[in-house]
């Protein structure tokens, strides 16, 4: 079976920092793309952060720029993301994502396997 299941979401004050975790089984991420996407109520879903197989390559939204830090530990088939300095508008649903392209378009389209989120809310 093939699986990417996020965790670390939570409850945070703005300011804040949080990271998220994404564990892989039945693929190894070292061969993939990896991104970061989010989905914020009433909103559609946007590409945060992306990162080629190589790791040599990276890519941010520009909301998101500075304050996150996407990152990949091949050991132990996992992903994450350091969110720094967090914002109310930061709020929203995280979905990781392998695929083939780490483009700076940060595309849905470009991921063949999705987890199924984890829940971030910044709020005082």
């Known amino acids: 079976q093939l699986q990417l299941v996020e965790s670390g979401g939570d409850l945070v004050q703005p300011g804040g920092s949080l990271r998220l975790s994404c564990a892989a089984s039945?693929?190894?991420?070292?061969?993939?793309?990896i991104g970061w996407f989010r989905q914020a109520p009433g909103k559609e879903r946007e590409g945060v952060s992306c990162m080629s197989n190589s790791g040599h390559i990276t890519n941010y939204a520009g909301s998101v720029k500075g304050r996150f830090t996407i990152s990949r530990d091949n050991a132990k088939n996992t992903v994450y993301l350091q969110m720094d300095s967090l914002k109310p508008e930061d709020t929203a649903v995280y979905y990781c994502a392998a695929g083939d392209y780490c483009s700076a378009y940060l595309f849905g389209s470009e991921y063949n396997y999705w987890g199924q989120g984890t829940q971030v809310t910044v709020s005082s």
């Open positions: 039945g693929l190894t991420l070292a061969s993939f793309a």
